[in-house]
């Protein structure tokens, strides 16, 4: 779905209704905004949240990360 949405006085968008239907949202709704070079981007904050938890789908549970990190830290600071 495209839509062409005009800039207002004040930096305001109006999201057109049939967007807004299409996604779900409704006025009073957040949204996460984030610049993604020369794009915006709105997204639901779930919908961010899940797209981080997609980021680390592939790390086994049984493993820790901030372990690791911690292990690598300590390596540095005993070489350095």
């Not at 299409?22 to 949202?25: P, T």
């Not at 709704?29 to 984030?34: G, I, S, V």
């Not at 997609?54 to 372990?67: C, E, K, N, Q, Y």
């Not at 911690?70 to 350095?80: I, K, P, Q, T, V």
């Given at each position: 779905?495209?839509?062409?949405?005009?800039?207002?006085?004040?930096?305001?968008?109006?999201?057109?209704?049939?967007?807004?239907e299409?996604?779900?949202?409704a006025?009073?709704?957040?949204?996460?905004?984030?610049?993604?070079?020369?794009?915006?981007?709105?997204?639901r904050?779930a919908?961010?949240?899940?797209?981080?938890?997609?980021?680390?789908?592939?790390?086994?549970?049984?493993?820790?990360?901030?372990?690791?990190l911690?292990?690598?830290?300590?390596?540095?600071?005993?070489?350095?």
């Open positions: 779905m495209d839509a062409t949405v005009v800039l207002g006085k004040q930096g305001r968008l109006v999201i057109p209704a049939p967007v807004r299409a996604l779900g949202i006025p009073g709704d957040r949204l996460h905004l984030h610049v993604s070079g020369t794009q915006l981007v709105l997204e904050p919908d961010a949240v899940d797209a981080l938890r997609g980021l680390t789908a592939h790390v086994p549970r049984s493993r820790s990360l901030v372990d690791e911690l292990a690598e830290r300590r390596r540095e600071a005993d070489s350095g």
